[in-house]
Nanobody
């Protein structure tokens, strides 16, 4: 069992920055991936970013590429999402996910992740 604890959400003005954190109680040891998804009211869950633990390869959704950066701290079993140049359309509940995913194509599908955090609200005002 992997427990995920998120922090760092809040209210910011457009153009501002936030850093989200997700701490895992433990890692899986084969193809371990940690990711961020987000969901706004009335919309589908959207892939934001992911990182493959073994080689630190990163993946980004088109809507956040160039503005968000995902990184990890191996010693702390923690993944971070640095969010810059925030826009009102970034407003959503952001959820951390973890799983054992072998292929690049599987990264984008939330149903393939086995563990989820509780979610943290990010609100960007105009």
């Amino acid at each position: 069992q992997v427990q995920l604890v998120e922090s760092g959400g809040g209210l910011v003005q457009a153009g501002g920055s936030l850093r989200l954190s997700c701490a895992a109680s433990r890692r899986t040891f084969a193809n371990f991936v940690m990711a961020w998804f987000r969901q706004a009211p009335g919309k589908e869950r959207e892939f934001v970013a992911a990182i493959r633990w073994s080689n630190e390869r990163t993946y980004y959704g088109d809507s956040v590429s160039g503005r968000f950066t995902i990184s990890r701290d191996n010693a702390k079993n923690t993944v971070y999402l640095q969010m810059n140049s925030l826009k009102p359309e970034d407003t959503a509940v952001y959820s951390c996910a973890a799983g054992a995913l072998a292929g690049d194509s599987s990264i984008y599908y939330p149903r393939l992740y086995g563990y989820w955090g509780q979610g943290t609200q990010v609100t960007v005002s105009s």
